[in-house]
């Protein structure tokens, strides 16, 4: 019977040590996610310890906490926790913690879910005229912009300039264009489509410091959805 007590009286030591080491370290790790041969070596290095077998205790215990910083600590510093994300109606941008690059998915439209670090700097600028009603969206491209063409304010000078040139009639709006750009949609009112561009053009107009190529083209845009109506 001595050698079944002996073993009873260990499996039960070695259960409370198990508990012990495992609440130890979940708050440690601030997970319930442990390693569970890990857990285990660490529980049987602690009883080794209090009876005096020093050298197995070490070893074992090294090889139990290896275990557990490779599992516990990969999942601490995974991609979810070094990233951050943050969305508008029309982009969804996401910084990299640990290198610092910006990168963002495009979410709805012609270039839905292309990334912008794949487009070239015309489409870019292409898309920055295109959301020039969203500020938010504008927003987040322009940081995007920022960190991945330092000088493409130079080259929006230069297109803007040309665009001024050129007459409203150069190119011919999309009806989503003009919907987008006139912030309505599909299957509105004449007169709805008059208030919102009485209600933008009086913020784009150059005489109260906007620009003329946004009057051209939110002029456009009505004429575009009123045209198609008569």
Known sequence: ?????????????????FWVVRGVLISIFRTQALNPLGVALIATALLLFLLRNALVAIALLIIGSL?????????????????SKVSSAHLEMTLDHA???????????????????????????????E??????????LETFLDAAHADWRDQEDT?????????PSSTRLSRDQAYRLLGLEAGCSDDDIRRAYHRLIKRVHPDSGGSAVLTAQITAARDRLLG???
């Open 67 to 83: 275990l557990l910083l490779r599992k516990n600590g990969a999942a601490a510093g995974g991609p979810e926790a070094q990233t």
């Open 1 to 17: 019977m001595q050698p079944i007590a002996i073993f009873v009286a260990s499996a039960v030591a070695f259960a409370i040590a």
């Open 99 to 129: 290198t610092g690059t910006i990168n963002g998915r495009i979410l709805t439209g012609k270039r839905q879910d292309q990334f912008l670090s794949d487009l070239t700097l015309n489409d870019l600028m292409e898309y920055h005229a």
């Open 131 to 140: 959301i020039q009603m969203d500020e938010q969206t504008l927003q987040l």
């Open 228 to 230: 198609d109506r008569q």
């Open 159 to 167: 297109n803007s300039a040309r665009d001024e040139e050129m007459p």
